[in-house]
Every structure is written in C-alpha cells, then in structure tokens.
C-alpha cells in the first residue's frame, strides 16, 4: 500500500509493504525522501519486518505548510503514522533528521517503540560538525533533483524547504545526556567512521544510553545508508535478532547488567 494518509490534519504520503511480521517503521533524513531508505536498506530488511516509511510534511510526496520545521512537530506527525497506520509499537530505524526524531519519539511515548536504530544523528545541535556545503555541489543538486520529482508544491518551492531545514538544524535538536538517559528500550547508534556528526558526540550519545550498543562503519560518511546498505543492514538485523542484553567476555560498562 502506497498513498496519502491523513496524519494530524494533513495529507501524508505513506508506504507499507505489508506482511504479518513485526513492523518496522523507517524515518528518512532531512531534505530526503522515504525513497531513499525504502530503497537502501529496505529491501533487505522486508523478509524479517513488515516495513513501512513515510515522508514527512514538506519531504518527498507530502505538501509542505506555511509553519517552520520543528523536531518536535516531525515527532507528531511519526507518532501519528504510529498509531493510525502501523496501529501499534514498531521498530524504528531513523537516519541523521530520522534518527533525532525517533529518540524525541522514544522519550515522548515509549509504548509506541520496540528497539530503536539511529543512523548519524545528533542529540543536540552542536554535535555536527563544522561545515560549508556548496549548493552546486553533488549532495544538493541531488537532493534538489528528488524533491522536484517528487513534491506537489513544484520545483519553485525547493529553497523555502531548504531555508526551513537549514534554520532548524541550526538550533535543534537541544536534547542532554540526561535527557537521553530516560530512553528505556535498547538502542543501537551506527556512525560512519567520517560522518557529519562528529565521533566524540557519538560516543556520548551511545554512553548515555542504558541499554546502548555502538557500531561505527568504517570507509563512511554520513551517506552511510546510500553509501554500504549491506553493511549496515547486517549491524540492523543482527541488533534487532538478540534477545536480552548482549553478553561479551570482557564487559567493562556492560559489567553490572551481565551480572543481573
């Protein structure tokens, strides 16, 4: 199934790929699409999951308004797909914007989400590095290509998009450790050896967590969905197969839960 939802009052395009198997909701980047995941890592996620994406208010097929882009609004509207088109909890797999929403998600409802995946994101604005984009270059000619394909806003309303996007990322997210200590549900955070979220806040975000497991892909960037989709799906599948937590033969942070 593939089409528009109406999620919070507004016409939202979602894809489910259907299937009896626990369902596994996919949360694209900013300035990207569904698209961009549900043909990366989908396909090899869809034997185990029943797999859904969706694009969110101003990305992709959805129209956009005329309210500023906020974290906390993208939470709502991924909550609302939650609830009215997967109808329950399901596992959330959020890459760089995705991966920030799932975590605000995970601390807002909880019963909503099973184990939770997070792809270069950032719990706090400062953690991205310090970067000048060229807009001629590769990454925004080809993000400008996708979003003029595929939005019914028309190709004139890209740089509004953009500037709503850039502000954003500017100020938000302003999440803490402590705040990220309150995620109950294990968590697997995966980075890019070369990502744009720089590997010390990585690292934090990965400590804060009480049930947190770490995997930093190496040869990566920040693409690192579009970049080693292999790579990162066998990090994903084998995350979300364990049952309890995981169990090594030297635990050192781990060393009080493999006690219990």
């Known amino acids: ?89 399901a596992h959330l797999v959020g890459w760089s914007d995705g991966g920030i929403i799932a975590l605000i998600v995970a601390l807002r409802r909880p019963d909503l989400v099973r184990k939770l995946v997070v792809v270069g994101a950032n719990y706090h604005f400062e953690g991205i590095a310090p970067v000048e984009l060229d807009p001629g270059s590769a990454v925004p000619q080809e993000l400008g290509k996708a979003y003029i394909a595929r939005s019914p806003d028309g190709p004139g309303h890209l740089d509004v998009v953009m500037n709503k996007s850039f502000r954003m990322v500017a100020s938000e997210p302003t999440l803490s450790t402590a705040d990220i200590a309150r995620i109950s549900m294990p968590v697997l955070v995966v980075a890019g050896d070369d990502d744009l979220v720089t590997l010390p806040h990585t690292v934090s975000l990965y400590e804060a967590l009480p049930k947190g497991e770490l995997a930093v892909v190496p040869a990566a960037s920040h693409g690192l969905p579009l970049e080693q989709p292999e790579a990162l ?23 009080k839960t493999t006690q219990e």
């Open 233 to 255: 799906n066998r990090v994903i599948l084998a995350f979300l197969a364990a049952t309890g937590p995981p169990r090594t033969l030297m635990p050192i942070r781990r060393a």
């Open 1 to 89: 199934m593939a089409g528009r939802v109406d999620i919070n009052g507004h016409p939202t395009w979602v894809e489910d790929r259907g299937g009896n198997a626990e369902p596994l909701l996919l949360l694209h980047g900013g300035l990207g699409n569904s698209d961009d995941l549900l043909n990366s890592i989908g396909p090899g996620l869809s034997d185990g999951f029943r797999v859904l994406a969706f694009d969110r208010r101003g990305h992709g097929y959805t129209a956009d308004t005329d309210a500023d882009f906020h974290y906390s609004d993208m939470a709502d509207e991924t909550i609302g797909v939650l609830e009215k088109v997967v109808g329950g909890p």
